[in-house]
């Protein structure tokens, strides 16, 4: 599966964004998407996963209560939207894919597919 990661951009802090995340190639009901993201100098952390039907969401707590991830089957499409973001949520944000309609993990090698990352940058 092809994904391309789009709607980065800069914000000042306790401003909101929307990152998607388009997908194709391959079945989408078939896939766990997520996003994970990547701060210069860090190992890239998990953000959130959603399963394949969209009722199951994971959240990392550094962003539970501001982040929502979301997807639109028909569209093959997955959503993050982020409200009230902090400087600390500076990254490249990276969409991801795995096969399989209820995984797991919030490790980046357990996952298959990456979009090629969007920047976001919150200024204080």
């Known amino acids: 599966v092809q994904l391309q990661a789009s709607g980065g951009g800069l914000v000042q802090a306790g401003g909101s964004l929307r990152l998607s995340c388009a997908a194709s190639g391959r079945t989408f009901t078939n896939y766990v ?7 210069p100098g860090k190992e890239r952390e998990f953000v959130a996963t959603i399963n394949s039907s969209g009722v199951r969401k994971n959240y990392a707590d550094s962003v539970k209560g501001r982040f929502s991830i979301s997807r639109d089957n028909a569209k093959a499409t997955t959503y993050l939207q982020m409200n009230n973001l902090k400087p600390e949520d500076t990254a490249v944000y990276y969409c991801t894919a795995r096969y399989g309609s209820s995984f797991y993990s919030r490790a980046s090698s357990d996952y298959d597919y990456w979009g090629q990352g969007t920047q976001v940058t919150v200024s204080s």
Do not use: I, K, N, S
Not at 33 to 39: E, I, K, S, V
């Open 33 to 39: 998407t997520g996003w994970f993201r990547q701060a």
